[in-house]
């Protein structure tokens, strides 16, 4: 090779490479050897993130608690007007949107409505000769007159025997559609106290079935009942 391609050579050859004795190599193969590395973090349990409870859920949880007292109601005084049984039920006074009568087994009924429905109740005022339910011709809407024998084996009825077993208070709810003088003249419900069931039995309807009736007594201490006011010819 001539001088000339020497020179050649040395003009291409990298100036920057650094050569390292193997000794070095090996050296710092051991470091990579002893190097320690960080595993990453296992994943944990995927939380779960809590469901916020829905307006009607709320509503539907608080109607519940609500549902299963006994007595008065707060923030509901004797003489309140309701326009609707919706109303009633949304405050917790009367929870049956169709049904007269509200209760359960555990508690006894809780409240009923003396709502002109059945053609053998007897409205006196500080006393109710209250009939029972079931056995009418239109069962769902609980109107029209009796087409078979009423029972106590019957939910609401069974309600009211242990209201009257245990005396507990019944609130008394009287809706405008009653022929009673103690009817609210407004349109709608008015919630008239508390009473206790005195007593109970079978007796014929005016339609010849059989009917349960009970007999309820207001307590005493009450504001007195409101009489409705007829408007009287001119």
């Known amino acids: 090779m001539t001088d000339i391609d020497m020179d050649i050579l040395e003009d291409v050859k990298p100036r920057n490479l650094q050569i390292l004795p193997l000794r070095k190599l090996e050296s710092n193969r051991d470091e990579l050897d002893n ?11 995927t ?4 469901r916020r409870r829905s307006k009607d ?8 608690k609500i549902d299963g ?13 309701f326009l609707s049984r919706k109303a009633m039920s949304q405050r917790g006074l009367h929870n049956k949107l169709v ?13 009923i409505v003396v709502s002109g429905k059945y053609e053998d109740d007897v409205d006196q005022g500080n006393v109710i000769y209250y009939t029972g339910a079931g056995g009418q011709k239109n069962a769902y809407r609980q109107a029209g007159p009796q087409t078979v024998d009423q029972t106590f084996d019957n939910h609401s009825n ?11 208070a019944v609130r008394v ?17 008015r919630y008239d106290g508390l009473y206790w069931v005195d007593d109970s039995w079978l007796e014929d309807g005016k339609h010849g079935f059989k009917v349960c009736k009970f007999k309820l007594k207001r ?8 009489v409705r006011e007829y408007a009287t010819p001119s």
């Open 47 to 50: 939380r779960i993130k809590k």
């Open 69 to 81: 007292r006994i007595g008065e109601i707060s923030g509901i005084a004797v003489g309140d007007h």
């Open 57 to 64: 859920e709320s509503v539907s949880k608080r109607r519940a």
């Open 158 to 168: 069974a309600c009211l025997q242990v209201s009257q077993v245990n005396r507990t």
């Open 35 to 45: 190097l320690e590395v960080k595993a990453e973090p296992e994943a944990g349990p």
């Open 99 to 111: 049904a007269g009568i509200a209760g359960n087994k555990e508690h006894g009924a809780l409240s």
């Open 219 to 226: 307590f005493p201490g009450q504001p007195p009942l409101k």
């Open 173 to 189: 709810i009287r809706g405008h559609d009653s022929n009673s003088k103690y009817a609210p003249g407004d349109k709608g419900f």
